[in-house]
């Protein structure tokens, strides 16, 4: 649906284009019989555009739509696209992502068409700051917010809170400073759920009672493929009062852990997160990680434990080490074997099968393969059941359970 070159085409164009009768079914809308295009009222509508113009065939058209995405379009005045807006009485959410607005300048009187949305996708855009806090301040009902991909280092603080705000995604950019991440708290005191990944953010480097102020509202936080690298980091996400749910893969404090252990010692160092990394945290997972944390830390240094192995020992108690218990099946036994009066002491294989015990004891029993008659006599069982022909030459050694000091008797086959 490109133009050509040099050549812009209006949103009411693209727009009649994509849905008119000829095109697209369609059913008539109360009132004024407007065209909607068929589906429930209000799905999304995507558009290419260059410039725009003909408001009321916008606002007769698109009385119904409530989504309009506006994205990978060369929109790149503000005016313009205020125009629609403000002719699409019932909008509720607006993608103008991967449109070249960096240079766009937004004047108050353009914003004020905004102050309905209540959900706005800059993606890819690199709108200003000055651009965003004009647009907050004239939607009072805004309540997602995104502005990822759009090369921010800094942050510029607004003057003017936005206390609608629920929701902000903010990835892909280059925040690496908690003096720039923590501006947020202050811009948006109702913010339940905050999409930080893939920043390099270093550290969390704040008070208790900073991180309470600042965030009290927060359920949610992604950090996924930030660089946090000390323990120290993870514990102060507890002074978030209401943190939830927390994803923390991809950075570098958790490299050199087994994925268990990633995630246990995580879960035990959050103790009021319920969902860790997209899956709930049970109650037997997190007695079982806060178990694995006590005894991950026995053999620390005293100055070395963290502060959360005291509390988890107060609860506990100072585990002992779980036992080792090897269930991987014996490679050898220490055996006596027995032949009429001789009794000789035997190391054998127990992954060998009984045709291969035979040829191993040829040289001590002084009997051929095809002259021996095997059985094996459990030193603990004997009593009860008696010797067991090995009489099946394929059969594995061990699985008789052979253990050090059974015996094997050695029969000579009788002409």
Same mark, same amino acid.
């Given at each position: 649906m490109e133009a050509p070159e040099g050549e812009g085409r209006t949103f009411m164009q693209v727009i009649s284009e994509k849905y008119s009768p000829e095109n697209f079914p369609y059913r008539r809308g109360p009132g004024m019989g407007v065209v909607v295009p068929t589906g429930h009222q209000g799905s999304p509508m995507k558009a290419m555009a260059c410039h725009c113009c003909y408001e009321a065939e916008i606002a007769a058209f698109c009385a119904h739509v409530v989504e309009l995405d506006l994205s990978h379009n060369k929109l790149q005045d503000w005016h313009e696209i205020s125009k629609i807006v403000a002719n699409i009485p019932n909008l509720d959410f607006l993608n103008l992502s991967s449109n070249p607005l960096s240079d766009a300048v937004l004047e108050p009187e353009s914003a004020e068409a905004f102050s309905r949305l209540r959900r706005l996708v800059l993606n890819n855009t690199q709108v200003s700051w000055d651009i965003v806090h004009t647009l907050m301040r004239e939607m009072p009902e805004l309540?997602?917010?995104?502005?990822?991909?759009? #090369?921010?280092?800094?942050?510029?603080?607004?003057?003017t809170a936005c206390p609608s705000l629920r929701l902000l995604h903010i990835t892909d950019n280059n925040l690496q400073?908690?003096? #720039?991440?923590?501006?947020?708290?202050?811009?948006?005191?109702?913010?339940?759920t905050f999409v930080l990944a893939n920043n390099n953010l270093g550290s969390i480097l704040d008070s208790g009672d900073n991180l309470r102020r600042l965030f009290p509202n927060l359920r949610s936080v992604n950090l996924h493929n930030s660089g946090l690298s000390r323990w120290e980091d993870i514990e102060n996400l507890n002074f978030l009062p209401k943190l939830k749910e927390v994803r923390l893969q991809g950075i570098p404090l958790l490299q050199t852990y087994t994925n268990t252990e990633r995630r246990s010692l995580m879960i035990a160092q959050l103790p009021s997160v319920t969902c860790l990394n997209g899956s709930v945290v049970t109650g037997g997972e997190r007695e079982d990680a806060e178990r694995f944390f006590i005894r991950y830390h026995l053999d620390y240094p005293k100055e070395e434990l963290p502060h959360r192995y005291h509390c988890l020992v107060t609860k506990y108690g100072k585990?002992?080490?779980?036992?080792?218990?090897?269930?991987?099946?014996?490679?050898?036994?220490?055996? #006596?074997?027995?032949? #009429?009066?001789?009794?000789?002491?035997?190391?054998?294989?127990l992954d060998q099968t009984v045709a291969e015990l035979k040829k191993q004891l040829r040289t001590v029993v002084q009997l051929s393969t095809s002259n021996m008659r095997l059985y094996y006599i459990d030193k603990d069982m004997c009593s009860a059941f008696g010797p067991e022909e090995m009489k099946y030459s394929t059969r594995a050694l061990h699985s008789y359970s052979i253990r050090d000091g059974d015996e094997i008797l050695v029969v000579p086959k009788t002409k």
């Amino acid at each position: 649906m490109e133009a050509p070159e040099g050549e812009g085409r209006t949103f009411m164009q693209v727009i009649s284009e994509k849905y008119s009768p000829e095109n697209f079914p369609y059913r008539r809308g109360p009132g004024m019989g407007v065209v909607v295009p068929t589906g429930h009222q209000g799905s999304p509508m995507k558009a290419m555009a260059c410039h725009c113009c003909y408001e009321a065939e916008i606002a007769a058209f698109c009385a119904h739509v409530v989504e309009l995405d506006l994205s990978h379009n060369k929109l790149q005045d503000w005016h313009e696209i205020s125009k629609i807006v403000a002719n699409i009485p019932n909008l509720d959410f607006l993608n103008l992502s991967s449109n070249p607005l960096s240079d766009a300048v937004l004047e108050p009187e353009s914003a004020e068409a905004f102050s309905r949305l209540r959900r706005l996708v800059l993606n890819n855009t690199q709108v200003s700051w000055d651009i965003v806090h004009t647009l907050m301040r004239e939607m009072p009902e805004l309540e997602e917010l995104f502005l990822c991909l759009n #090369e921010y280092n800094t942050v510029t603080a607004s003057t003017t809170a936005c206390p609608s705000l629920r929701l902000l995604h903010i990835t892909d950019n280059n925040l690496q400073d908690w003096s #720039e991440v923590r501006k947020f708290g202050s811009m948006f005191p109702s913010l339940d759920t905050f999409v930080l990944a893939n920043n390099n953010l270093g550290s969390i480097l704040d008070s208790g009672d900073n991180l309470r102020r600042l965030f009290p509202n927060l359920r949610s936080v992604n950090l996924h493929n930030s660089g946090l690298s000390r323990w120290e980091d993870i514990e102060n996400l507890n002074f978030l009062p209401k943190l939830k749910e927390v994803r923390l893969q991809g950075i570098p404090l958790l490299q050199t852990y087994t994925n268990t252990e990633r995630r246990s010692l995580m879960i035990a160092q959050l103790p009021s997160v319920t969902c860790l990394n997209g899956s709930v945290v049970t109650g037997g997972e997190r007695e079982d990680a806060e178990r694995f944390f006590i005894r991950y830390h026995l053999d620390y240094p005293k100055e070395e434990l963290p502060h959360r192995y005291h509390c988890l020992v107060t609860k506990y108690g100072k585990l002992a080490p779980l036992a080792e218990i090897d269930l991987r099946p014996r490679c050898h036994a220490k055996v #006596e074997v027995h032949c #009429e009066d001789r009794v000789e002491q035997v190391s054998i294989r127990l992954d060998q099968t009984v045709a291969e015990l035979k040829k191993q004891l040829r040289t001590v029993v002084q009997l051929s393969t095809s002259n021996m008659r095997l059985y094996y006599i459990d030193k603990d069982m004997c009593s009860a059941f008696g010797p067991e022909e090995m009489k099946y030459s394929t059969r594995a050694l061990h699985s008789y359970s052979i253990r050090d000091g059974d015996e094997i008797l050695v029969v000579p086959k009788t002409k």
